[in-house]
């Protein structure tokens, strides 16, 4: 009898112990899984059991999304904007903004020059430019190769440009100023890393969202969330983003 009480009070703590996936649609080791473990780490002190669950890549990330029952996951318009990896954007599981990167065109003098290195999977975002893109891996690789005079501009995000001295400024997409590149289709593109989830307790979604270290690291990268009062007008931004994005 008592071998039977102990077996059910395991059975109804495993049934009702409050667990959730943190889905990260990446490779190990990057920006997704770096931000996810800091999540990971502040839900985990706070008393809640979170497994972080790392796909490898973004069609992974979505099919694991729609294979959990209770689940998080960090997203961003670049990711989601992969038509393999959508994940459709909505009222019931939009839950918060962390990060909005601006992008900056800084230049050697106050003109694009011949070569631009811009981050491989957004060549297609400067097509429309009269320069050369030149790709790299990331905004690292970028900023090195701008700074090595291996390019005469770069496409950077306004952390990454921030940090570089005795550049020119060409434009900043979070400006409203647009200069030369008025006509320029994405002369207001950014990059938002968000939250999704589902089937996840209140509690656990406002721990989410008062994250402290996160909301430090925006400040200290110059990279505050863009937030609208309306979830919809937040969606809706996203989703231009998305587009914009989009190949």
């Known amino acids: 009898m008592k071998k039977l009480l102990t077996t059910m009070v395991i059975l109804f703590y495993s049934t009702f112990a409050y667990g959730i996936d943190l889905i990260v649609p990446a490779s190990s080791g990057g920006t997704y899984h770096k931000f996810a473990t800091i999540i990971q780490k502040d839900l985990e002190s706070k008393g809640f059991d979170v497994n972080i669950i790392v796909s490898g890549n973004c069609v992974l990330g979505k099919k694991l999304w729609q294979d959990r029952v ?5 997203n961003s318009e670049a990711t989601n904007a992969v038509k393999q990896c959508t994940v459709d954007i909505t009222k019931q599981n ?10 900056v065109i800084v230049s050697k003098t106050n003109t694009l020059g011949e070569k631009m290195g811009v981050v491989s999977y957004m060549k297609h975002i400067v097509a429309d430019l ?4 030149v790709p790299y891996k990331n905004t690292t690789e ?10 005469d501009s770069g496409f950077l995000t306004t952390g990454r440009a921030s940090s570089i001295e005795n550049k020119v400024e ?10 030369d590149f008025a006509d320029w ?8 890393y968000y939250i999704l989830a589902k089937n996840v307790d209140d509690k656990i979604l406002d721990a989410v969202k008062s994250n402290s270290k996160m909301q430090s690291i925006a400040e200290k990268k110059s990279m ?3 937030t609208y009062k309306s979830v919809r007008k937040q969606i809706k931004y996203l989703k231009r983003n998305q587009e914009k994005w989009s190949k």
Request: hydrophobic residues 50%.
């Open 170 to 179: 060409l434009i900043n997409t979070m400006s409203d100023d647009k200069g």
């Open 142 to 151: 970028v900023k090195a190769a701008f700074l090595a005079g291996e390019i």
């Open 130 to 133: 009269d320069v050369k893109a």
């Open 94 to 103: 939009y839950v918060h903004n962390f990060f909005t990167a601006g992008w």
């Open 224 to 226: 505050m969330p863009v």
């Open 185 to 192: 289709s994405n002369n207001d593109l950014t990059l938002n």
């Open 70 to 74: 209770r689940a998080i996951m960090i």
